[in-house]
């Protein structure tokens, strides 16, 4: 196969952007003697050729200028020293090698400049580029009438080459990695090779000195990564450019004029790379192991700690949380007493000793060491494992029709997982290459796949690990920064297209790279490496996952290509679907939050985001008058004194209410351009600040409720007195009873369900304004049956939870007949059986319930009220008119009660009425209960009634949620026992109390 490259829009557009900063430029080759120091090299010094460009520094910066205009960008108003440096953004998977390469070339044909170095943070990107400029050599050659050019990697053993890219007439490319010449040092000892005059080949002259007579322009790949250190920036200036282009997605210096920008968003939006969605398989999270797994661990002056992943049990069931431990800690009291935590016991000793973290426990295991989990998540990693196949089979049986071979890339944090060695030193399976052939061959077997091409090829033929190797030949853990990658990356490098290319022997496709779609790795592959035809990402990483989501899915995020080489776009080809070990959710925040620390900003309005706004464009010279910085800056602090962004620059509820309602206004100064200026400036407001996902409440409309201070006597006290005092209650039980309700409670509510796993996907939506998750599936996925290590002690549990007796829960258990519904989840039956068992015994107090005033007359003050200051809106209040309620506006909840209290304001018998505030409860053992409402009312003039209200939309017990009604059940007894006459009534009207 050879991958055919079209020259898209968007990259004409960004080599465009470079070759105009040269317009109006003196540029030609410049003649140098090679001579060095000792006798030979100057009796017989060489000529040299090099790049000759006479600055023009103002001119150089109308032309950026133009550029940034034109490319919609904030403009520059100086250029940075000693020699002109530029940044360009290109979203990973949009072609920036490419573009650079082609760049190149066209700096040669129009202006003759032949001297070129790239420079290149790692061997990974180093090997990136030269396969792109090896797949790229033949189109350029017939794109660009037979241009010849030499691209070679510097290497300190053949100096030779440094030579020759000093003295050649005609196109260098020189590849370096950033390590190769970034110690400079006066001791020759500790410097570069490069910087060390060479008596054999160079005649005593360093190859540093060669290369910066050449007055290179120099090309940075990933310059957050290349120059961010001091020694690193000297590095740069010794090559003694003529110019300097920095290609990156993330530019962390934001310094340097931006010539042309791609980002994340602009790429998506444009479908200039695939679609990401997010999946993950999540445990229905029973507990029936106790798992841990050490994350991390932190020392400081005062403290050791750990952070842990383990369950914790809340009100909805068990759910895997990050926890900070320390010395001492009991984990079952962590965990929030999930028994299986029981047998872990407390934290002995924690060690931050690098490379010998852990964690020392008391009970069994004994050590859990930072690489290293309790329970052996693999059930998690089989359904990983097996949805990645699947979604791989799925893709293949739409793609392959399309000439499209699909791949999949699992990350490895250990090797061993994959590949291991026996004693003689042969490979052996591991535990992840074990799983993925036996779900493969239950997959592949299955009749929806019978028409896939590929079904009869072997698994072993399907599946292979690229790992960089040790001296013995094995494979081994790297972080893909060291020389021992080399190799490695080298064979992925080679076999690129033979990867992308479908197994057909009668094509004479048969190479192993032809056969191969799953690729194991381990996260040295990070970065440098991509291919458009991965379609999964699987992380399978056992320890705190160190490779960042941008890094992996920039292993995917090309469009993918067919048998042909050519390009196929859409998303309805190109999705990348990410196996995450974390909800959508999370890894949508956490790529967003990745996205902000390395530059990109969403939904920030900044003092530069007006400043490309075109105002006019000259007719005859087409030139173009920006809005320009000082008037953004204008434009964005009257945003900011007006409200409508906060002091971050993000988007408020009132900008969000004042685009909604259509009330937005800007100032004179803008309005007065035009209302295509004013139409623009709302469009870049709009990208930014997606108003839809405020919820706008009317500020206008707050109201504060407050307390009139009059109204706290005469009626209203004579009701406070009846009501005021406090009460204890007693409960007698009656324990027969209550086994058989418990039991027939247990067996009507309880619902134990098999352990199982979820599959969870979504798409990720990308817009200026913010990552968000899109359309969401969730299915179950059949789990393999666990057979549990130990039974519970299901009793001792339930009487922790229940503060019931063994005899009783014994009794409940049996007679509930539910007894083997605990065989299939044990965790999940004790959580649910002592929840119910709770719910039962709290409905059986409330039969049993006495209250009694207390004897020391304890009651609410009254002058809690003067305290209580309130705020809602004006749709959730009523405002009262005279003196009968304390407050000048009532608080409502519904319908019923907004009818209730312009009842009792119409009838001129309620003397004083109180929505009882929140803090006025009755104990109950439900929890507390708070009444809605005290009424005095005059009967006919003559009696005086007093009644505490609820206020219901129907009366009926079975309309009213059982557990209110019990705490309805307690109120009535609680007043009762007070004996001051109160009555307490259910109503749906005022008019109902008589």
């Known amino acids: 196969m050879n991958i055919q490259f079209d020259e898209l829009s968007y990259q004409t557009e960004a080599i465009q952007s470079v070759l105009r900063v040269f317009e109006g430029q003196q540029i030609r080759s410049s003649d140098f003697m090679i001579a060095g120091d000792d006798r030979q090299g100057k009796l017989f010094g060489e000529k040299g050729i090099g790049n000759r460009i006479d600055h023009d520094l103002a001119r150089i910066l109308r032309n950026v200028q133009q550029i940034q205009i034109d490319n919609g960008i904030p403009v520059s108003n100086i250029l940075p020293k000693p020699f002109p440096q530029f940044n360009i953004e290109m979203e990973t998977g949009t072609g920036k090698t490419f573009v650079y390469l082609k760049t190149i070339l066209e700096l040669n044909r129009l202006y003759g400049l032949t001297k070129f170095v790239i420079v290149v943070p790692s061997v990974a990107i180093k090997e990136g580029v030269m396969k792109t400029l090896e797949i790229t050599k033949n189109y350029f050659k017939a794109q660009m009438n037979g241009v010849i050019y030499r691209a070679f990697m510097y290497d300190s053993k053949r100096l030779n080459e440094v030579r020759d890219f000093a003295q050649s007439e005609s196109i260098e490319i020189m590849v370096i990695n950033i390590q190769a010449f970034s110690k400079s040092s006066k001791n020759e000892d500790n410097m570069n090779i490069i910087y060390r005059k060479d008596m054999d080949s160079l005649f005593g002259t360093a190859p540093i000195e060669l290369i910066a007579e050449t007055n290179p322009v120099v090309v940075i790949d990933e310059p957050q990564s290349v120059d961010n250190t001091e020694n690193a920036k000297k590095a740069i200036a010794a090559l003694n450019p003529s110019f300097t282009f920095r290609y990156s997605a993330t530019h962390k210096n934001t310094d340097y004029p931006l010539l042309y920008k791609l980002g994340p968003v602009e790429a998506y939006e444009n479908k200039l790379v695939k679609q990401i969605e997010v999946a993950g398989i999540r445990h229905n999270t029973d507990g029936n192991e106790a798992y841990i797994r050490l994350l991390s661990i932190k020392a400081t002056k005062s403290a050791v ?60 295991p004994s050590i859990i060491r930072l690489k290293e989990s309790v329970e052996n998540d693999r059930q998690i990693k089989r359904a990983q494992i097996r949805k990645t196949i699947e979604e791989h089979l799925n893709k293949e049986l739409k793609l392959n029709p399309l000439g499209i071979k699909v791949l999949s890339l699992f990350f490895l944090d250990n090797v061993a997982n994959y590949r291991q060695y026996d004693e003689a030193g042969r490979t ?22 019978r028409t896939l091409r590929d079904r009869g090829v072997p698994v072993i033929d399907v599946h292979d690990g690229y790992f960089a190797q040790d001296g013995k030949g094995r494979l081994k853990n790297t972080n893909g920064e060291t020389q021992a990658d080399e190799s490695t990356y080298q064979i992925i490098m080679k076999d690129k297209e033979d990867l992308l290319t479908f197994y057909d022997e009668e094509k004479g496709q048969i190479k192993r790279a032809n056969k191969l779609r799953f690729i194991f790795s381990h996260s040295a592959l990070k970065e440098g490496w991509d291919n458009p035809n991965v379609f999964q990402i699987c992380t399978l990483i056992e320890s705190k996952d160190t490779i960042t989501k941008r890094q992996k899915i920039g292993r995917g995020l090309r469009i993918a290509v ?26 949508a925040k956490g790529l967003q939050r990745e996205y902000e620390e390395e530059g990109v900003q969403f939904g920030v309005i900044d003092a530069t985001v007006f400043s490309a706004i075109i105002l006019e464009v000259d007719e005859h010279t087409g030139l173009k008058k920006p809005l320009g910085h000082e008037k953004s800056i204008e434009l964005v602090h009257y945003l900011g004194d007006h409200g409508y962004i906060d002091s971050r620059g993000k988007g408020t509820e009132t900008l969000a209410k004042a685009i909604k309602e259509g009330t937005f206004e800007l100032p004179p100064v803008i309005a007065a351009l035009g209302e295509r200026v004013t139409e623009k400036v709302l469009e870049v407001i709009k990208r930014k600040f997606d108003s839809s996902k405020v919820d706008i409440k009317n500020r206008d409309e707050r109201v504060t409720v407050k307390v009139k201070k009059e109204a706290l006597a005469g009626p209203f006290l004579e009701l406070w007195e009846k009501i005021k005092y406090k009460t204890n209650y007693s409960i007698s039980f009656d324990s027969e009873k209550f086994v058989h309700s418990a039991a027939e409670k247990l067996a009507d509510e309880l619902e134990v369900t098999l352990a199982k796993l979820e599959y969870m996907k979504a798409n990720l939506v990308q817009a200026a304004s913010g990552i968000d998750v899109g359309e969401q599936t969730v299915t179950s996925i059949e789990a393999s049956k666990q057979q549990y290590k130990e039974a519970p002690d299901i009793v001792g549990y339930l009487q922790h939870e ?104 119409q009838d001129e018998n309620v003397k004083s009425y109180i929505k009882l505030p929140s803090w006025f409860k009755v104990k109950t053992p439900l929890g507390p209960y708070n009444p809605d409402w005290a009424i005095l009312l005059e009967k006919f003039g003559e009696e005086r009634l007093y009644f505490i209200v609820e206020t219901k939309g129907s009366t009926a017990s079975e309309d009213i949620r059982p557990t209110e009604l019990a705490k309805i059940k307690c109120g009535r007894k609680h007043f009762a026992a007070l004996d001051t006459g109160v009555v307490f009534k259910k109503t749906t009207n005022e008019k109902s109390l008589y």
């Open 305 to 364: 700690t750990a952070t842990v992943e383990m369950y914790e049990k809340s009100k909805t069931g068990i759910a895997k949380k990050e926890i900070k431990l320390k010395q001492g800690d009991d984990l079952y009291i962590k965990s929030k007493r999930i028994s299986t935590y029981e047998k872990l016991g407390f934290i002995k000793e924690i060690s931050a000793e690098p490379g010998n973290e852990y964690i020392e426990l008391s009970g069994e």
């Open 428 to 449: 052996v399976k591991g535990e992840y290459a074990q799983i993925f052939e036996e779900e493969y061959e239950q997959l592949i077997s299955q009749e929806k796949y």
């Open 562 to 587: 067919n048998q042909q080489g050519q390009r196929v776009p859409g998303f309805e080809v190109n999705t990348l679907t990410v196996m995450a070990n974390e909800s959508y959710e999370d890894f």
């Open 802 to 905: 229940t503060k019931l007796t063994r005899k009783t829960i014994i009794a409940i258990l049996k007679e509930s007949g539910t007894l083997p519904d605990f065989k299939r989840n044990p965790q999940l039956y004790m959580m649910q059986t002592a929840r119910i068992l709770n719910a039962a015994k709290r409905l059986a107090m409330v039969d049993g319930i006495k209250y009694e005033k207390l004897p020391s007359n304890e009651a609410y003050d009254q002058q809690l009220f003067l305290h209580e200051e309130l705020v809602s809106y004006k749709d959730k209040t009523v405002e009262v008119k005279g003196g009968r309620s304390p407050f000048e506006h009532i608080i409502v909840d519904s319908d019923v009660e907004r009818t209730f209290v312009k009842e009792c304001e």
